[in-house]
C-alpha cells in the first residue's frame, strides 16, 4: 500500500507552538510530523508514515486501510 494513498492534514502552528506547519494522518492514530514549511512538514509526515506502518508490522497490529480507499 502507498504511504501517498492517505490523506495528510497539514495545518500551520502557532508562534506560540513554535511556528511552521504540522502534518497529521488521520487514518493512522498518532501519526505525525512538522516542518518549517508545508513541503518540509509533508516531507516529514512521508517518514513518519512509513515508521508507523513498519512499527505496526512488527508489534502485529492491523494496518488501517486509507478512507479514501474506502470510498
Request: hydrophobic share 40%.
Amino acid at each position: 500500500m502507498s504511504q501517498l494513498a492517505y490523506p495528510i492534514v497539514i495545518t500551520p502552528l502557532a508562534v506560540d507552538d513554535g511556528g511552521g506547519f504540522a502534518a497529521t494522518v488521520p487514518d493512522l492514530p498518532g501519526c505525525m510530523s512538522d516542518g518549517e514549511t508545508p513541503e518540509e512538514a509533508l516531507h516529514n509526515v512521508l517518514d513518519a508514515i512509513d515508521s508507523w506502518i513498519e512499527m505496526a508490522q512488527e508489534l502485529g497490529h492491523p494496518i488501517p486501510e486509507p478512507v479514501r480507499g474506502r470510498e
